[in-house]
């Protein structure tokens, strides 16, 4: 969450704050108002995902630690904040959430030790036409050379289960780049605890767009919520990976003590001395995959249990933080009814690892009021992935059918999609008519379908053909070569109004055991500052409009998304402008199977 101190007027302060008698100032700590709690926008409809942004203003006068928390009224909530106050304080609190479907609700700041909650921020969500989910089937655009864009997709395995318990819900996330190299600062959002520690991947300069974590949740009692990740870095977040645990039988719980019957005490006997206070006991009960010693292809994710026992009293509020290699994190309240017997709460803590983690490491569990020392576990962590020549197999080839203006270089494309039966360090290059381009390198993963490729730039000015290869240079050094066409048109510059400049689809060929897909890039000239709609149309269907702005250089690049071809065979796409002058382009690509 990002949190921006505002220096507010004595105007606003005295308006949100009364001052509070300097005896209670003392006892009660910081005297707190929250205000200006707004959703924006708090009403869309369009396409989906789509993000709902929430902020308030937290005033605090006094000296002390005020603690908040965004409620939503779905029931799921953000983890715990805190503001240090001195004096008097006003800072802005934010939140985000994505939402993938139609929906309506609200969000509240809860100050804790504090009854009630804030006014409501609330917001409506319309989702129309097609949902866009970046996730392993739908890429999302590569953009060289261009300020990077990251997005994120998350499912839930199984999402919704019934049956005996414990049980293991996995979630996978799927992080994409819009170019490498790339690193890319994440985090789990969990519907119970909130936000999960800062995590990051690094994406190696000419290797994948994409990358997976996996994150496994141990479930011991019927329940349900969701996951999702979101973004340190611009982009996309993902929307929620929604689950539901039924369990078919639960623990035995043990009948309530019989109490003795009441004594009458000896006219002698002293008064009874103040029951001891509550003090929270914690203890680590579970650790998955605790030692671990074997492939790291992708970050490891680890999960832990976590106990915290009270004594039977009043109803409590108990704060605990997870602490990981003497770093503290994840800190959150808990909130005990009262009871007259002994009492306890399970919580989680995830995290993943990389093979730059490999060695020792410490967790921890601490409660505020409890023992001084944390409980701790320890556990090692390595990597035992053995190098050695790879069996490489190529899957399928694409390559450009560019039409457009030639009158100055265009970019071009290759892309093939490789499998390997062990995680190789791949050296590959293409082939651009007999000329080798340079070589690049990338590790590539079992089980995983890589898409490996370059770019090379046209200078031809009248229409051809040619042969692009793709070869790998070590291991196996397995290689595709197919040809590749480009159709030059003359540019037709008119004052004030738009011409499409290149559209170019990509060719496919090999494997088509699973559906083809292919994907085309287009772009237009125009004004500076000129706003297009245009529509792609795709085997003769349309998708919505979409309105851009074309800037300084005059030229505005787009790509369509990638689109399936369950026909497995030749198809069409079509650019169209539906505004100015309206021009459109149409361009023929082949679906070779093998």
């Not at 249990?305 to 108990?318: D, S």
Request: positive net charge.
């Amino acid at each position: 969450m990002t949190r921006t101190a505002l220096l507010l007027g004595a105007a606003l302060l005295s308006g949100l704050l009364a001052a509070p008698p300097p005896a209670a100032a003392a006892t009660m700590g910081p005297a707190v108002k929250v205000a200006q709690v707004k959703a924006s926008p708090a009403r869309q409809s369009g396409g989906c995902p789509t993000t709902v942004g929430f902020s308030a203003v937290v005033a605090a006068k006094g000296t002390g630690t005020v603690r908040y928390r965004w409620v939503r009224g779905d029931g799921s909530r953000s983890a715990v904040k805190s503001v240090r106050v001195s004096r008097t304080r006003a800072v802005v609190v934010r939140d985000r959430q994505t939402f993938d479907r139609t929906t309506s609700g609200w969000q509240a700041v809860e100050i804790l030790g504090r009854k009630g909650l804030s006014a409501k921020a609330r917001f409506s969500v319309t989702c129309s036409g097609r949902v866009t989910v970046w996730d392993d089937r739908h890429h999302l655009p590569a953009r060289p050379g261009k300020p990077l864009v990251a997005a994120a997709s998350v499912t839930a395995d199984p999402p919704s289960y019934g049956g005996t318990c414990p049980a293991t819900v996995r979630f996978t996330g799927t992080i994409q780049v819009s170019r490498t190299p790339a690193k890319v600062d994440y985090q789990w959002i969990d519907s119970a605890t909130g936000e999960g520690p800062a995590q990051s991947l690094s994406f190696t300069a000419g290797g994948p767009r994409s990358r997976q974590v996996v994150l496994p949740m141990g479930v011991g009692s019927s329940t349900s919520g969701w996951k999702a990740i979101r973004l340190l870095t611009a982009g996309h977040d993902s929307g929620r990976a929604a689950y539901q645990v039924t369990c078919a039988s639960t623990p035995p719980t043990s009948p309530p003590p019989t109490s003795p019957p009441p004594t009458t005490p000896a006219p002698t006997t002293p008064a009874p001395t103040p029951p001891p206070a509550q003090k929270p006991v914690p203890s680590i009960t579970a650790l998955t995959p605790g030692d671990y010693a074997g492939e790291c292809l992708e970050p490891v994710a680890y999960q832990a249990t976590g106990r915290i026992a009270l004594p039977a009293g009043p109803a409590a509020k108990v704060t605990y933080w997870w602490i990981l290699d003497g770093n503290k994190w994840q800190q959150q309240v808990l909130d005990f009814a009262a009871s007259d017997r002994p009492r306890a709460q399970d919580v989680t803590a995830t995290w993943s690892l990389e093979r730059a983690g490999a060695g020792r490491h410490t967790l921890g569990l601490m409660t505020e009021g409890g023992p001084a020392e944390p409980v701790t576990r320890e556990f090692g962590f390595s990597c035992t992935d053995q190098p050695g020549d790879a069996r490489l197999t190529f899957r399928y080839l694409l390559t450009p059918v560019f039409h457009g203006v030639c009158d100055s270089s265009y970019g071009l494309r290759a892309d093939g999609l490789v499998t390997t039966d062990r995680e190789a360090e791949v050296k590959y290059r293409l082939v651009i008519d007999g000329k080798p381009g340079p070589v690049r390198t990338e590790v590539l993963r079992p089980g995983v379908k890589s898409k490996i490729g370059d770019f090379w730039y046209g200078s031809a000015r009248t229409s051809g053909t040619g042969v692009v290869r793709l070869e790998v240079l070590n291991h196996n050094k397995p290689f595709m070569q197919e040809n590749y066409t480009w159709t030059c048109k003359q540019r037709e510059p008119s004052p004030g109004t738009v011409e499409i400049t290149e559209l170019w689809p990509v060719a496919y060929h090999g494997d088509c055991v699973d559906a083809p897909y292919v994907t085309a890039h287009g772009a237009f000239a125009a004004a500076p500052g000129t706003e297009i709609t245009f529509r792609w149309v795709t085997d003769g269907h349309p998708t919505g409009p979409v309105t851009l702005k074309v800037g300084q250089s005059g030229i505005l690049e787009v790509q369509a998304a990638n689109w399936d071809r369950p026909e497995r065979k030749d198809g069409t796409v079509a650019l169209e402008v539906l505004n100015h002058n309206k021009p459109t382009m149409q361009a023929a690509y082949p679906v070779t199977c093998r």
